[in-house]
């Protein structure tokens, strides 16, 4: 049964960076890209980017080109992402997902990091 | 980016009656179009994928229909675990894009 765990919840001052991390298991490693997707306070969801199976590639929401990066450890079969220069509307939810190639949806996700920017 | 745009924005039924969640697309996204649950401090669940196709365990009260630009979601005989905010994504090209939600309330 496929599994995502999560790092647990941050605070950051604003211009500050943070790391979240999901570690994955009970899966077929190359069945899935990972995606992360944000929830702020009472809103949508919004999708930030993602990243292949083997890790050598990723893609981004043009919102947060240049900010945002996603890398994988396959040896530990986590991925991260890391959010730099920290606004206070960064202040959200953060999920990592699957994304089946197969079925073009975010079949499973993990529980959710909250990051509170807030000087 | 595509602009996926859901209506109503919220919506109030009692257990027992069929309702129906409209999401477009700013253009057409083909069939890849997917719905999700989710409830309160929880991570969205899906639903359907790929416009009607009915994810394993979902109960079958749940359809979905459309294709290129227009996609509904129905449910059927709502039960009291269906309260609950219900998403559409388009699945066909980054960035996957959400709609705004709809609050399904009970009445």
């Known amino acids: 049964q496929v599994q995502l765990v999560q790092s647990g919840a941050e605070v950051r001052k604003p211009g500050a960076s943070v790391k979240v991390s999901c570690k994955a298991s009970?899966?077929?490693?190359?069945?899935?890209?990972t995606s992360w997707v944000r929830q702020a306070p009472g809103q949508s969801l919004e999708w930030v980017g993602m990243i292949n199976p083997s890790g050598e590639s990723t893609t981004y929401a043009q919102k947060f080109q240049g900010r945002v990066t996603v890398t994988r450890d396959t040896s530990t079969t986590t991925v991260s992402m890391e959010l730099s220069s920290l606004r206070s509307d960064d202040t959200a939810v953060y999920y990592c997902?699957?994304?089946?190639?197969?079925?073009?949806?975010?079949?499973?996700w993990g529980q959710g990091t909250l990051v509170t920017v807030s000087s | 980016d595509i602009q996926m745009t859901q209506s109503p924005s919220s919506l109030s039924a009692s257990v027992g009656d069929r309702v129906t969640i409209s999401c477009r697309a700013s253009?057409?996204?083909?069939?890849?179009l997917n719905w999700y649950q989710q409830k309160p401090g929880k991570p969205p669940t899906v639903l359907i994928y790929?416009?009607?196709n009915l994810e394993s365990g979902v109960p079958s009260r749940f359809s979905g229909s459309g294709s290129g630009t227009d996609f509904s979601l129905t449910i059927s005989g709502l039960q009291p675990e269906d309260f609950a905010t219900y998403y559409c994504q388009q699945g066909n090209s980054a960035p996957y894009t959400f709609g705004q939600g709809t609050k399904l309330e009970i009445k």
């Open positions: 997902a699957f994304y089946s190639l197969s079925r073009k949806s975010l079949d499973y």
């Open positions: 009970g899966y077929t490693f190359t069945s899935y890209y």
């Open positions: 790929v416009a009607s």
């Open positions: 253009q057409s996204i083909r069939n890849y």
